[in-house]
C-alpha cells in the first residue's frame, strides 16, 4: 500500500464508516479474481459506498489523491473488466451495497434500479407488479444492473428486446470529476447534446461510475412455448427464423446448437437425451412468448412448426409439452461450454457478423481454423438470430497439456482476423475489459482508437476510472 | 473572404471539381438563412462533396486551413442549427449530393443510404420492396437522413418506433481529424467501446460529418386506421393511451389537440371541419397501423373506442371511413402552427417532461404562464405519448407588434424554467441548434457543460465543426 493509497483508505473511512471500507484481504480475495479464475489482480481496499452521495465521496477522494477506481458490480465479467491491476495499484469500487429499487411503475414500464441490484432480484420484484424486465443471461443471479449497463449486455432474448443499450432508458453516474449526470428523468425525448447515458453504456466503468439506471419493463409473460428443431444447416436455421419473423412476433430466443455439441453435452451432463429420434446437424432452440392470455403460443409454434416441415425446411421438430421439457431443452443449450471443458481443453470466441453472413461464416471459419491447427475442432453455437456466436476451438484428444497457453493466443489472432475480415466484431457481448484489449489495439482502425483515448482523456484526465481496461 | 477561406476553396476546387464548390451568391442565398427565415448567416462558398472520399478531402482540407464547416442535409432545422454564423467566417457543406440509397435489404430489414438522401424518397424506395422506414415529419419532403440523424429527429410515430436513435443501426462519418468511423456493418451485437454511432447522433454535426446511416426498416402498413376523440382532459387522454396500450401494440400516433387549436384550424385553414360534432375540451388523434392483412384494424380500433365510450372515459370518437377522411383528420393536426401563425403572434416551445406528468404539466403550465403574462394564451398539442408537447405562447389580439422581440425571451425563459423544475427538456426533438444554445448554458448542470465541452474538444480540437451550435 503507497502512501496516496493509506490517504484515500484513511478519508474513505471518515467518510463511509466501517461497513464501508474492507481491508480485510480475506474479505476482498473473492473480487480481485476474476469470474473465470483466469486473472489475478489486487487491491489494498475495497470501498462500498452505500449511497450516490457516498460513490461521489469516493471519487472526490480518488481524484484527490490520484489513486484509480475498479467499479464492480457481481464480478461475473468475461473479459477480466472488474479485476484489479495486480500491482494493487488501484482500489476496488464495490456498487453491491447500492441495492435498492428506487421505483417501479407498470403504468410507465419503468423501473428504476440502483447499479447494485441483483438482476434476478430485479426480475423477481417486477414480476409482483405483472411486469418483466425482458433481458436474462446465464449469471443472473449474481450479475448487477450496473454492470450489465456498463458492459451493454446481451443474452438470450435479445432477438425481440435488444441489448441493455435498447432497455436503458437513463441512468445516473458519478462522472470522474465527482459531477453527477441524471438521466433517470424517464423522457421519451430529449435533445440537449451528445448522450451522456449511451456513452456511458458499454463504457466498462473507464468513463465514470454508474450508481442507477431507468429500465423498460414490458408485461409479464402470460404464455411460453419452447421447441427443439432439427435442421440440415445453419443456412436453413436462418430460412427458418425468417420464416418465423415473417409470421410473428413471438419469438425471442432462436438459439443454433450443432449436433456434436449436442452430442458432448448428452456425454458429459447428467440427466440430458436428444430431444429428437435421429440424427441432425444442426439444431434450434426457439422460445416463444405472449403477454395476452389469449394467445395460443404453442399451437402456433405448432402450427407454424408443421408448415416448415411440409415444406422440407427443417427435417424435425418437437414443442415441449410441459414446463418441464422446456427447461429440459434449454438446460441442454446452457450446459454447452461446461460439457465442451468436460471434454478437454477449449478456447472460446464470443464474435458476431452481420446476420445474412453467420451461415457462410459458422462454415468457413470452422473450416479455416481447423485446416490452419490441425487436431483442433472448431464450432460456433447461439444467438444466430442476432449473428453472434460463441465460437469455440476444442484441443482434441492429442492436444498438449500446456494447449491453451502455447497454441491459444494464435489460434484467437486466427479467428478475430477472420472475424474482421468478415466485417464482424471480436466482442460481441463480452465487453474488452483486459482480455480482448491487445486485439483491439491490434485490430481496429487507428482513428478509432485515437476516438476512444480523446473520448477517455477528455472525461477522465487523471485516469482514475478503471485503469488499464477497454481503451487501448 | 479571408485568406484562408480563399486558399480552402481553391484547393476544393481542385479536389471537388467545378460542381463541389459554389461560390455564386445568389445559389448560395436559400442556404444561409434558417428554415423558418429568421436566423440569416453567411457563407463565402458552399462545398458540396459527391462521395464520402471527397467529404475525407474536405473535412482535411478545413483543419488544415482552420476554417471551420456547417454540415447541412436540407436546411430544415427548427433550431438553426445549419445556418453558419453571420460574419461569414464558416463554409457550408452541402451532404445533398451524397443521395445515393447503397443498398435495401427486406430480409435483413435494413436500408443504407447516404447522408443527402431525403426522407420521402427514402420511403418511396424501401415501399417498393413491401418496407417502410416508419419515421415520418412534416418536411419529409426536404429533410435528408443525415439531418435527421444528427438531429436524432421524432416525428409522430416515435410512439412504436422511437426517434433516429433507435432506428440507426450504424453511421459512417468523417471524424474531425479526417478519419473514417464506419459502422454501416449492421452487426446486432458489438461491445468494442464506446459506441460513436451513438455519440454522432443527435450531435448536430458538431462532432464530425455524418455521411451515410444503416436504417432498421419494418414490413410495409397492410391496413391503417385513423379515430378522432373527443376528451375531457389530458388526465383522460393519458388514460385513454394507456387502454390501448393494454389491448394492441397497434397505435403508433396518439396526438392531442386542445379544442382552442380545433377552432383556430377550422378558422384559418380551408376546407377543414371538426370531425365531432358538439363541443369537447380536448381531442385525440389515433393512427393505429397493421403489417399484417388479415388484421381488421379499423374493427379493432372501433371495437375498443366503443369500450372507451361505454365506460364514460372518452366524450365521443369517430373513425374515419376513408383515407380522404383520415387526412382530413391529420390535416387538422398538421395545420395547427400555421392557423396560429394566422391567428397572430407566437411563441414555439418544443418541450417534452415524463408522460405520466404531462397531464398536469399541461394544465398547471398553461395557466401560469397566463398569468405571469397577462393578456397571453398558452397550449400544448402533439405528441402526448412521448411526453412531448409543443408549448405555445400567442400574444392575443392588443399585443404591440413588437410583442415577440420585446417579451419573447422573458416568455420563453418562463416556460424553460417550468419545464426545468418539472424535470423535463427544453428540446424535446428539435435540437439545441444556435436558438437554445443560450438556455442550454443558462439551466444545464454545470458538470453537464463541462461534459460537453470537453467531449467536443477531445474530438474536435481545432474547432472546425459546426461552429456557435449546441455546445455551450
Same mark, same amino acid.
Given at each position: ?16 464508516? /466501517? ?48 489513486? /484509480? ?158 421447441? &427443439? ?129 453467420? /451461415? ?42 500446456? &494447449? ?69
Amino acid at each position: 500500500m503507497n502512501d496516496s493509497e493509506t490517504k484515500l483508505i484513511d478519508a474513505a473511512q471518515r467518510r463511509l464508516g /466501517p461497513k464501508g471500507v474492507i481491508t480485510d484481504p480475506k474479505e476482498i480475495e473473492p473480487w480481485v479474481t476474476d469470474w473465470r479464475g483466469r486473472v489475478h489482480g489486487a487491491a489494498p481496499a475495497m470501498l462500498a459506498p452505500a449511497s450516490t452521495e457516498e460513490v461521489i465521496e469516493v471519487v472526490k477522494l480518488a481524484a484527490e489523491h490520484r489513486v /484509480p477506481l475498479v467499479p464492480q458490480g457481481g464480478n461475473t465479467s468475461m473479459a477480466a473488466g472488474a479485476t484489479p491491476p495486480a500491482d494493487g495499484s488501484a482500489v476496488l469500487l464495490s456498487l453491491r451495497r447500492l441495492n435498492r429499487i428506487r421505483s417501479i411503475s407498470a403504468e410507465n414500464r419503468l423501473a428504476v434500479a440502483e447499479a447494485g441490484v441483483i438482476l434476478a432480484m430485479l426480475h423477481d420484484a417486477v414480476k409482483d407488479v405483472g411486469m418483466r424486465f425482458p433481458l436474462t443471461l446465464g449469471a443472473r443471479g449474481s450479475c448487477t444492473v450496473g454492470g450489465l449497463t456498463s458492459t451493454n449486455a446481451g443474452g438470450t432474448q435479445v432477438l425481440k428486446f435488444g441489448t441493455m443499450r435498447a432497455l436503458v432508458t437513463g441512468l445516473e453516474a458519478v462522472l470522474p470529476d465527482g459531477s453527477v449526470h441524471n438521466g433517470l428523468s424517464g423522457l421519451k425525448k430529449d435533445n440537449r447534446g451528445y448522450s451522456l447515458d449511451q456513452l456511458l453504456i458499454g463504457a466498462e466503468g473507464t468513463l465514470g461510475v454508474i450508481t442507477a439506471v431507468a429500465l423498460k419493463l414490458v408485461p409479464a409473460i402470460a404464455g411460453r412455448a419452447v421447441a &427443439w428443431v432439427g435442421v440440415d444447416s445453419p443456412g436453413r436455421a436462418l430460412q427458418l427464423l425468417r420464416f418465423f419473423e415473417a409470421h410473428t412476433d413471438a419469438v425471442e430466443g432462436f438459439e443454433l446448437v450443432p449436433e456434436e455439441c449436442l452430442q458432448l453435452v448428452i456425454k458429459h451432463i447428467r440427466g440430458t437425451r436428444s430431444p429428437l429420434d435421429g440424427s441432425h446437424g444442426w439444431h434450434v432452440l426457439i422460445e416463444a412468448t405472449t403477454s395476452k392470455p389469449v394467445i395460443d403460443i404453442g399451437g402456433q409454434l405448432e402450427r407454424l412448426l408443421g408448415e416448415a416441415l411440409q415444406s422440407g425446411l427443417i427435417g424435425d421438430a418437437v414443442v415441449a409439452a410441459s414446463e418441464a421439457q422446456a427447461e429440459a431443452f434449454w438446460k441442454i443449450r446452457d450446459s454447452i461450454s461446461e460439457a465442451e471443458r468436460a471434454e478437454g481443453q477449449m478456447l472460446a470466441h464470443d464474435i458476431s457478423v452481420a446476420v445474412a453472413d453467420m /451461415p457462410a461464416f459458422l462454415t468457413d471459419a470452422s473450416a479455416e481454423v481447423e485446416r490452419a491447427f490441425p487436431g483442433v475442432t472448431a464450432t460456433g453455437f447461439g444467438h444466430l438470430g442476432d449473428g453472434n456466436i460463441h465460437f469455440h476451438v476444442r484441443a482434441g484428444n492429442r492436444a498438449a497439456p500446456n &494447449w491453451y497457453e502455447a497454441e491459444g493466443l494464435e489460434i484467437t489472432r486466427f479467428v478475430d482476423d477472420l472475424v474482421t475480415a468478415a466485417g464482424g466484431s471480436i466482442s460481441a457481448e463480452h465487453g474488452i475489459g483486459q482480455l480482448k484489449r491487445a486485439e483491439l489495439a491490434r485490430l481496429a482502425p487507428p482513428g478509432r482508437i485515437g476516438a476512444l483515448r480523446a473520448i477517455k482523456h477528455a472525461l477522465d484526465p487523471l485516469g482514475i476510472m478503471n485503469p488499464g481496461k477497454l481503451v487501448p
